[in-house]
């Protein structure tokens, strides 16, 4: 139209920042003791415990890694679907610092990071990675309009050189404001999300160390020597930013790193990477020794002074090969016209020995400096939840091995004639405003040989659909109605007021050839409408399910362990250790009168525990994250056909859905919690 023309007019200024300045006699002990508590550092657990991770059942790679789900991952990965092995990585680049002290650097090292954490997961190849680039900036202020303009430009040409594009983004130009008679202004922010599509989802490479005391350091220096410490973590620890921030100065060098470590997946060599970034080489190394819970012996020469060598933050690459894949890697990082660099090797006690220039700059305990990097993310989780949760956190994970598993059966896939079978069982996914889980739970049932049909409340209030043809019932997770406290309750006030759908269910429930599953808020609705642990229990003395006593939400991946029991969807799993998702605010089991707990667990009605490392039962925090009394975290009924449980097994009956298997369970043709499901069909079958 005639919108009119606007002329914006702005000028370059150059920065005019001091060089950095360490304090004589710094070492490196002290200076990683201020950089692994800097937030943009420090553990993220303060974050990626309180949302859910695994919603939907199709992501293959969250945040968290390692036998203690330290959250260190490079790469976020989803699957297309259930039933394929293809899907999509996601990988994010951020330099703000730097783009204090020069934005057209932090721009090309925002990129370049997305590709450099990005680089993990096998993706299809580097022209088929497109990003969006999201903008935050006060463009109105003195310069800053032509300092947006010449990292636009710098952000494509870096792109064009590797061969990326930009297909969207959002851009908040408005990053400024008064107060009083002062300007304050936002730093300058360029995120990019970069993606690409992947043949096989399994094809990623996380952070912790795998094979301890059978594995090598290897490192890429994709700086080409340069330590240029401007905008680090480091300079921020001294209140400085610095004049001369990292670069990527030599794009092809990060295309061929990234080749190179595209084509090590591919042939399986390596185990373990981590990338350059926030913090430095010694934070990535420590970062994946703490994920990997062990140890290092590094020995490490250069011309550069420790401090630049440790904590510059150019870009680079770190991974973990087998002892005897070490040739294996140099030659094909050699082809591609880059340098490996051996760094040393992981060891599997618990101590950090680094020397540099044959000098010790670090020998500590691992838990020490674990610690050290948890404690920001510690002092954070005593605002946002229990304090005594948090602190119970901090005791009992400073020196935790990791989960033991144990499977006395053996997983199998269901059979190709039952699932092709055109006469199946039926089951209703049965959800509400506000559920999720419905999908993962459908493809769960349909992976048994069952015909899961998608039931709202509103099919059943309006007669469209009714219970009675139905085998099976699935109550599925979420927040029904809204995210808020004791949620299940308008769900369960649906059915209990109404006086033809409260008939209708009692009589799935009474029927001998019927079973029923209610998983996190449809365990709430089973308890809330009386199903569990048998019928007729006054209201005053039923069980529920209430607020967790960390007082917020838990996303977790956690232990449990399958007591003997009369639950049909259990049958032949007892004793079965293994890991399962938690995804709930209200999950702790409240029992108004101690002899009814007593009475149930003497019943053998209480078949999921969460279990310790050891496979205990527990209370403890975080192990069990709710605080269930006895670690319960299941209830059936006496007759076994009806089930409520906390966990989430719809969303890990694929092995690739797990947050963690140990080597000897990483090739499962079939999650264990496949067989739940399993065992319905046989029921139905056998009924």
Known sequence: GNVPLKTFKDERHKATLPPLTLPAGLTVRDALYDVLRLVSVCSKRFLTNKVDRAVSGLVAQQQCCGPVQAPVSDVAVIAQGYDALCGAACAIGEQPNKMIADPEAGARMAVAESLTNLVWARIDGLKTIKCSANWMWAPKLPGEGAALYYAALAMRDAMLALGMAVDGGKDSLSMATRVGEETVKSPRQLVISAYSSMADIRKVITPDIKAPGKSTLCFIDLGQGKTRLGGSALA????????????????????????????????????????????????????????????????IESPSSALEYFFNEESGLIMECGNEALTAV??????????????GRSTDDERVVISY????????????????WEETSFQLECLQMNTESALEEKRNTYKRRGPQYNLPFTPRLTAADIINQTTKPRVAILR??????????????????????????TDLL??????????GLAAVGGFSYADVPESAKGWAATIQFNPDLRRMFLDFYKRPDTFSLGVCNGCQLFALLGWVPWLDIPAEKQPRFV???SGRFESRWTTVKIMPSPAVM?????????????????????FPESAMLDE??????????????????TEAYPFNPNGSPRGIAALCTPDGRHLAMMPHPERTFLPWQAHWLPDNMKNLAASPWLTMFQNAYRWCSEK
């Open 600 to 617: 149930v667990i003497n019943k053998g009605l209480t078949p999921v525990i969460y279990a310790e490392d050891n496979g205990t039962a």
């Open 432 to 457: 509400d405003e506000g559920s999720n889980s419905d999908r993962e739970m459908a493809a769960a049932f349909f992976a048994a040989g069952f015909e899961p049909w998608d039931i709202t409340m």
């Open 547 to 549: 607020r967790n006593n």
């Open 462 to 471: 309006s007669g469209r659909v009714r219970l009675d043809n139905f085998r």
């Open 570 to 590: 259990l049958q032949g799993m007892e004793d079965m250790i293994f890991g399962i998702h938690v995804d709930h605010g209200e999950g702790r089991l409240e």
């Open 357 to 372: 220039n044959q000098e010790k700059v670090i020998n500590e305990e691992m838990p020490l400096l674990r610690q050290w």
């Open 236 to 299: 921020q620890t001294q209140g400085q930013i610095g004049a001369e921030p990292a670069d990527m100065d030599e794009p092809e060098v990060l295309r061929q790193g990234f080749n190179a470590v595209q084509e090590l997946i591919d042939h399986d060599l390596i185990s373990a990477g981590h990338d350059r970034s926030d913090g430095g080489l010694i934070t990535t190394i420590l970062e994946m020794a703490f994920a990997g819970n062990c140890g290092l012996a590094l020995e």
């Open 330 to 343: 140099r030659e094909i990082v050699t082809k591609h016209g880059i340098t490996l660099v051996e760094l």
